[in-house]
């Protein structure tokens, strides 16, 4: 098993970027193709963003143009990066991997408010 630990979030205004990362203990070539998740309050997790081990990405719609995700198998770390923030991605942020699914870390809290 892999722990992955995300990190990068936080408060900002509606309009600001973030940028998360998710650091793997062992091997993200090994992991595959990877995913950022997000579980707003009250709601279900949902998958927002996937990069493929070839390098293709692929994002929700709500998320497309906005979020950018990338990966750096070298430092095992995955990317989010966030820009033009509204309130509805206020929500906790997950990485994992798309198939090989390991245990879930704690996620990184992302409040977007005025």
Request: aromatic residues 10%; charged residues 15%; positive net charge.
């Amino acid at each position: 098993q892999v722990q992955l630990v995300e990190s990068g979030g936080g408060m900002v205004q509606p309009g600001g970027s973030l940028r998360l990362s998710c650091a793997a203990s062992g091997s993200l070539f090994s992991l595959g193709d990877m995913a950022w998740y997000r579980q707003a309050p009250g709601k279900q997790r949902e998958l927002v963003a996937t990069i493929y081990s070839g390098g293709m990405t692929k994002y929700v719609d709500s998320v497309k143009g906005r979020f950018t995700i990338s990966r750096d198998n070298a430092k095992n770390t995955v990317y989010l990066q966030m820009n033009s923030l509204k309130p509805e991605d206020t929500a906790v942020y997950y990485c994992n991997s798309l198939f090989w699914v390991q245990p879930w870390g704690q996620g990184t809290q992302v409040t977007v408010s005025s």
